[in-house]
């Protein structure tokens, strides 16, 4: 040891020297309007079609750290509504829940330090979204569609003008409703469209589908619903009867907000503060639940602790820390920019698109 120091010191005469590193502390940007709401209230939202992966949780770790530094409430909500209708089961893109997805969400969240107050379900709360669902025909505010998705994007979205169920009565779109919920009408026959309006500047927000049929059985609740809602129109109910003061959520899903907002105004209700993320990528790696998924379920992955998976229970396999994994998310902060992350050696770079 002491000939490889010498020969060292020749080489570099400072090389033993220590030295001090300086570290930046990084501060999350304080949350907006935070004196509008007596606690501040978050939301875990995971859809439970498999386990965590490392991009989702930047959504985690993020509300995590807002309700430590307010001393707020943190609420796990599992947005298991039905995904992919029954007929499209067999595409290998289609999204459904997984029934061990959610013991697979909650190891995920225990591995990162992650408390919440309480445990919520999407698929316990179809009563509460039907309720709404008829307070918006009987003001007039969405109505039965009978329209292919082909037809009405192709006929009537692209060029901003009503479908001809648009002007029926409210009295015909609560028969229509009932049928429905009856059973009367099977996927992709009938779908509820809020009146978001056709003349909206966006075509993807013109007449947004808030509620459709999906005959799929639910691991939880079975064949007992076959009306389901879309993400939008129940997190605009239950993100207001939670109390929810601010919602984090990535980037990609800007339109889901205005459709939020756009029903909160309407019932003149109190509105949550909407902020964005940009999204993660990794070079030649595609982040897919549903993907590691099927893998999984067709031998090609060894499950969830596979590494291809980049699950976060893969990751604890691999023996990285939780603690730097939420080091180095915090350090992207909130950041609405695309942000690329390429591997070198034992650090990383961030690429800003």
Not at 2 to 29: G, R, S
Not at 269 to 280: D, S
Not at 288 to 298: E, G, L, P, V
Not at 325 to 349: A, F, H, P, W
Request: glycine share 6%; charged share 30%; net charge positive.
């Amino acid at each position: 040891m002491e000939k490889k120091k010498k020969k060292l010191l020749q080489l570099d005469p400072k090389a033993l020297e220590k030295k001090e590193v300086k570290t930046e502390e990084k501060k999350l940007p304080p949350l907006p309007e935070i004196d509008e709401f007596e606690k501040i209230i978050m939301r875990l939202a995971p859809y439970p079609s498999g386990a965590l992966h490392i991009g989702n949780a930047r959504m985690v770790i993020l509300n995590d750290e807002y309700v430590k530094k307010y001393n707020g409430e943190l609420i796990l909500f599992y947005d298991d509504t039905i995904g992919s209708p029954k007929s499209l089961r067999d595409s290998p893109k289609a999204k459904y829940v997984l029934p061990e997805a959610y013991d697979l969400i909650k190891e995920g969240l225990e591995w990162l330090g992650v408390k919440y107050s309480k445990v919520l379900y999407k698929s316990d709360r179809l009563d509460i979204f039907y309720e709404y669902c008829v307070k918006l025909i009987k003001d007039n505010m969405a109505y039965v569609c009978f329209c292919s998705a082909a037809e009405f994007r192709e006929k009537y979205k692209k060029h901003g003008k009503n479908c001809p169920h648009r002007v029926h009565t409210i009295d015909k779109n609560m028969n229509e409703w009932n049928s429905m919920l009856n059973g009367i009408y099977h996927e992709r026959e009938a779908v509820v469209r809020l009146k978001t309006g056709m003349d909206q500047k966006d075509p993807a927000l013109r007449d947004q589908i808030i509620m459709r049929i999906s005959e799929a059985e639910h691991p939880r609740v079975g064949d007992k619903y076959t009306v389901w809602p879309m993400l939008e129109f129940s997190w605009a109910i239950d993100d207001y009867l939670i109390g929810a003061s601010h919602i984090i959520r990535g980037i990609d899903l800007v339109k889901e907000g205005i459709i939020e907002e756009f029903i909160w105004n309407h019932f003149g209700w109190k509105k949550a503060k909407l902020l964005y993320y940009g999204r993660i990528k990794f070079p030649d790696m595609k982040l897919s639940k549903t993907q590691s998924r099927n893998f999984i379920q067709d031998g090609v992955y060894r499950g969830w602790e596979d590494p291809r998976t980049w699950s976060l229970q893969s990751l604890k396999k691999r023996g990285i820390k939780p603690e730097a994994l939420r080091e180095t998310l915090l350090d992207l902060g909130m950041s609405q920019s695309g942000i690329t992350l390429v591997g070198k050696k034992q650090n990383y770079s961030i690429m800003v698109e």
